[in-house]
């Protein structure tokens, strides 16, 4: 991943990707271990044998550490004292909305890319609904063009 420019993330969001990259750098050696043993019991065996799985999994750990450190490298940390009492959605909001015709509320944290995770509720400030609820007040109702169509959502509140 080759970022451009900044990347909003909150001080949690932050640390977590710190702690991530903490046990990944974890993972790595233990990586590497396992694939000198591998060489050392196979002292034979050409790349394809022993060690393939170990070899994909330091692969991926491998491109993650370079993904997480460019997230860090860009981070702009969002002033999150800032957005408290904000009267609009922004990066950092957590906002409350009604998805319409539904009578059930829903939570959703407005993060940046690299914070997203939608079971939880983080959604990105790049997505259709993040990109909507943006600018957006207590009481008004957005607007999303879905592939299955347009959904509404009315804000209820913003902390």
Not at 53 to 66: C, S, V
Not at 90 to 103: C, H, Y
Not at 121 to 127: A, C, K, Q, R, T
Request: charged share 35%.
């Amino acid at each position: 991943m080759v970022l451009r420019r900044s990347v909003p993330i909150t001080a949690d969001g932050l640390q977590r990707l710190r702690s991530e990259l903490v046990k990944l750098k974890e993972r790595r050696r233990e990586a590497a271990e396992l694939i000198q043993q591998s060489r050392e019991d196979s002292p034979g065996a050409r790349d394809e044998g022993d060690g393939s799985e170990t070899k994909n999994e330091q692969a991926f750990i491998e491109g993650r550490i370079r993904e997480i450190e460019a997230v860090i490298s860009a981070a702009e940390v969002i002033d999150e004292q800032e957005i408290q009492g904000s009267d609009v959605v922004r990066v950092g909001s957590t906002v409350t909305v009604r998805p319409l015709p539904k009578r059930t509320d829903v939570d959703y944290r407005i993060v940046g890319p690299a914070e997203v995770d939608p079971k939880n509720g983080f959604l990105s400030d790049e997505s259709p609904v993040g990109k909507a609820l943006l600018g957006a007040k207590v009481g008004d109702t957005v607007e999303v063009a879905t592939p299955t169509g347009v959904r509404k959502f009315k804000v209820k509140a913003i902390s």
